[in-house]
């Protein structure tokens, strides 16, 4: 079975840091390219980065961009998610997914990803 878990949610102040992960059972990650994206109340969801297969690409949305750094763990079969200098904006449920092997052109639509998991609360709050 296929299946993405998400961790390393919580509160943070603004300033702070975080790490999100990404686990997979029933696939090997490092074939595929992983996204992050996240969805605010009352928004869409929204791209965050794309690592694709043998990190042949890694690409950024420009409001994490120097902030974020995505990385993987093959040998643990999972991705991080890096989150320093956290704002009050960065507030979302954030979500990994699998595509295809490479990020797409246009890696940010959600519609594109296959599979996702069930998601992690970031709070960046005072």
């Known amino acids: 079975q296929l299946k993405l878990v998400e961790s390393g949610g919580g509160l943070a102040q603004p300033g702070g840091s975080l790490r999100l992960s990404c686990a997979a059972s029933?696939?090997?990650?490092?074939?595929?390219?992983i996204g992050w994206f996240r969805q605010a109340p009352g928004k869409e969801r929204e791209g965050v980065s794309c690592?694709?297969?043998?990190?042949?690409?890694?690409t950024y949305a420009n409001s994490v961009k120097d902030r974020f750094t995505v990385s993987r763990d093959n040998a643990k079969n999972m991705v991080y998610l890096e989150m320093n200098s956290l704002k009050s904006e960065d507030t979302a449920i954030y979500y990994c997914a699998i595509e295809g092997g490479f990020c797409p052109p246009i890696w940010d639509v959600a519609n594109d990803y296959s599979y996702w998991g069930q998601g992690t609360q970031v709070t960046v709050s005072s």
């Open positions: 029933g696939i090997a990650l490092d074939y595929f390219a």
């Open positions: 690592i694709a297969a043998n990190n042949a690409t890694i």
